[in-house]
């Protein structure tokens, strides 16, 4: 599981997407590249009762990070209430990071984004403003 910048993405990573997806055991996971930058690997995991704000709070302010988030929210249609779900993949590449490090993720997000089947919206920031949990909810209407 190779992406185009030779970076692999480890199995937990995908295990950990599958049991947020499949299984609903975590609302949200953030994803890093190893020390090496040889591979991505799982970096922090949201319990299920985690909030958006966690998630936030999750994303370094000078470091790149990948994550998926799994929004619940109501659609109300002529059936009424409907709770639904999205997932969501963030790229987070905040202006402070290195320059290195943007270009790494930039170039891997497409490797990681294929191994995740079943994300249904793609977000990118670059700072806190960008990453609300109102401008995904915008994406649900």
């Keep these: 599981a190779n992406s185009v910048s030779g970076v692999a993405v480890n199995e937990e990573c ?16 953030v994803y890093k590249m190893d020390d090496d930058a040889q591979q991505v690997v799982v970096d922090k995991v949201g319990a299920l009762d985690a909030t958006f704000d ?7 302010a000078d470091d790149c990070r990948y994550a998926v988030y ?7 249609d002529s059936a ?15 202006e402070s990071a290195d320059a290195r490090n943007k270009m790494l993720y930039a170039s891997s997000t497409e490797g990681l984004k294929k191994e995740l089947d079943g994300v249904q919206i793609d977000v990118q920031a670059t700072d806190a ?8 909810k915008d994406y649900t209407t």
């Design 54 to 60: 966690d998630l936030a709070a999750a994303m370094p």
């Design 14 to 29: 995908v295990k950990a997407f599958q049991e947020l997806r499949a299984d609903r055991k975590h609302r949200f996971v």
């Design 80 to 94: 009424g209430e409907t709770p639904r779900s999205k997932i969501f993949f963030i790229h987070w590449s905040p």
């Design 70 to 76: 799994d929004l619940d929210f109501v659609s109300e």
């Design 129 to 136: 403003s960008e990453l609300t949990l109102d401008i995904l």
